[in-house]
Structures are given as structure tokens and as C-alpha cells.
């Protein structure tokens, strides 16, 4: 049996989970109560180049891992962030949301740094919505990003 495990911060990761199971009726899990044994469809968010979560569930259990952050879809480094988390499954990137209110200040403080950082450097009309939503909160949610995992799980079934 296939399930649906995934961390989440702010709650991108797990809305994502949770709209794929309702669309494919598979069970989901927070990566802190998932059942051991299954094989599983992974979401997890994205700080720096680490898959937040991965490291907690078993890397033979994986069928893919979806990543969820903030940067352009054409911006995602996918081949470098699967190697750096010994990702060797099909990995699909989704943009998600920050909820600055279910941060904690550590977060927060983080975010804030980053900002620093693009703006010194100057920000492009891309880098622009990304700053912007982690200054104060912001969504690029969009369930389309679920359709070529949707397609993925039927074709194992």
C-alpha cells in the first residue's frame, strides 16, 4: 500500500499532501506519526537545499519526494537538491506559502536575513513576490503542481 507523509511549517507541505489524498484516496500521515513499512509519497519543505523531514523516514520506503518552497519553478534545483538529500526517486517542486503567524521568531529572525541578503544584492522583478511573501506572508499555491504526481501514483497502481 502507497501513503502520503509530510512535514510542514507553515502549512504548504501539508496542504498539498492533503489535496493529493483526497485525490487519490491514499492515506496521510505527518511525518512524526506515519506508519513504518509503506511505501510512501513524501512533502517536505525547503530550507536552504535540505528537504525538511526526509531524514525521518526510510529512503528504501520512497516512491518521490515533493518539495515545496518558495522560488520559481524554473529556479528549483532539483538534480542538486536530491543528491544533497540522497534523493534517488522522482522529485516534483511545488511553491508554497509562508504564514509568518505560524513561525517562530528563530524563523522569523532567518527570513529577516534573507531578505537582507536579496536586497543588498538587489532585487530583479522575479526575486520581487519571493521577497515580499517572506517579508509579509504571501501564497503561490496553486494545485496544478499536483497534477504530474497525481499522474505518477496512477501509473504504479
Wanted: charged share 30%; net charge negative.
Amino acid at each position: 500500500m502507497t501513503i502520503i507523509v509530510f512535514s510542514s511549517r507553515s502549512g504548504s507541505s501539508e496542504w498539498y499532501a492533503r489535496a493529493l489524498a483526497s485525490r487519490t484516496e491514499l492515506d496521510v500521515f505527518p511525518v512524526s506519526d506515519h506508519p513504518d513499512g509503506e511505501d510512501m509519497v513524501f512533502f517536505g519543505w525547503l530550507r536552504n537545499d535540505t528537504v525538511v523531514g526526509i531524514g525521518d523516514v526510510d529512503p528504501n520506503r520512497l516512491l518521490a519526494v515533493c518539495v515545496v518552497g518558495l522560488d520559481d519553478v524554473k529556479k528549483f534545483p532539483k538534480r542538486e537538491v536530491a543528491d544533497r538529500n540522497g534523493i534517488h526517486v522522482p522529485v516534483y517542486y511545488m511553491r508554497g506559502w509562508i504564514d509568518r503567524k505560524r513561525l517562530n521568531p528563530l524563523d522569523k529572525a532567518v527570513l529577516l536575513a534573507v531578505c537582507v541578503m536579496m536586497k543588498l544584492k538587489g532585487l530583479d522583478p522575479k526575486d520581487e513576490p519571493v521577497f515580499d511573501a517572506m517579508m509579509d506572508g504571501g501564497s503561490f499555491v496553486d494545485d496544478k503542481y499536483l497534477e504530474s504526481v497525481e499522474l505518477f501514483i496512477g501509473s504504479r497502481r
